[in-house]
């Protein structure tokens, strides 16, 4: 689970940063297609869900421990 969110969250940023540069990764292109305002939403959602899972595996990985 740490891994999947890891990969959410610097998908998310990454996206969120090439959109601002007039760019993105050819795998979130669809990100867009319902409008400017779905798009940065969608990306800030997969940062916080990213996150959140990424976090989650941490405190899993840390109890079995």
Known sequence: MKQIG???AL???GSFVLNMMGREFSLL?????WGPTAGT????GLVVVGA???FL???Q???AS
Do not use: H, Q
């Open 6 to 8: 890891g990969l959410m």
């Open 52 to 54: 959140g899972l990424w």
């Open 41 to 44: 939403a969608i990306r800030i």
């Open 61 to 63: 990985e840390t109890e």
């Open 57 to 59: 595996g941490n405190k």
């Open 11 to 13: 998908l998310g940023a």
């Open 29 to 33: 292109m669809w990100i867009d297609a």
